[in-house]
């Protein structure tokens, strides 16, 4: 009776391996699908936003350059900007578009011209 208490209490020695279920693939998913989003879609929606503000850059506003040259603009043309740096000397710069890093808002006292 004893043997037959060892023989039920050994492993079965089949050789059918455990396929891996569904669920252990999903971190690698997540994972993926986090690396997707900030290496793909995010900067193509900083992209298109930026296009966007240089596209909508029109006279009279204040910009700031990538060299931190603040301005106003004076003059837009297809591919340059011109922008007024210092009032009292009439001093313009010329820049193209993608030199332009930030376009501020018109504050409420300023109006339009």
Same mark, same amino acid.
């Given at each position: 009776?004893?043997?037959? &208490?060892?023989?039920?209490?050994?492993?079965?020695?089949?050789?059918?391996?455990?396929?891996?279920?569904? #669920?252990?693939?999903?971190?690698?998913?997540? &994972?993926? %699908?986090?690396?997707?989003? *900030?290496?793909?879609?995010?900067? !193509? $929606? !900083?992209?298109? !936003?930026?296009?966007?503000? *240089?596209s909508s850059?029109?006279?009279?506003?204040?910009?700031? +350059? =990538? %060299? %931190?040259?603040?301005?106003?603009?004076?003059? &837009?043309?297809?591919?340059? =900007?011109?922008?007024?740096?210092?009032?009292?000397?009439?001093? $313009?710069? +010329?820049?193209v578009r993608? #030199?332009?890093?930030?376009?501020?808002? $018109?504050? /409420? %006292?300023?109006?339009? /011209?």
């Amino acid at each position: 009776m004893l043997t037959n &208490v060892m023989i039920l209490a050994e492993p079965a020695t089949t050789s059918s391996t455990q396929q891996p279920s569904m #669920a252990s693939f999903l971190p690698l998913f997540v &994972v993926f %699908g986090v690396f997707i989003y *900030l290496f793909m879609i995010r900067p !193509q $929606k !900083q992209e298109k !936003q930026r296009q966007s503000m *240089l596209s909508s850059i029109k006279k009279n506003d204040r910009v700031e +350059t =990538i %060299g %931190g040259i603040i301005g106003t603009v004076t003059a &837009v043309r297809d591919t340059e =900007i011109t922008i007024k740096v210092d009032e009292s000397s009439n001093t $313009k710069i +010329t820049f193209v578009r993608g #030199a332009i890093r930030h376009v501020s808002p $018109k504050e /409420a %006292g300023e109006k339009d /011209a």
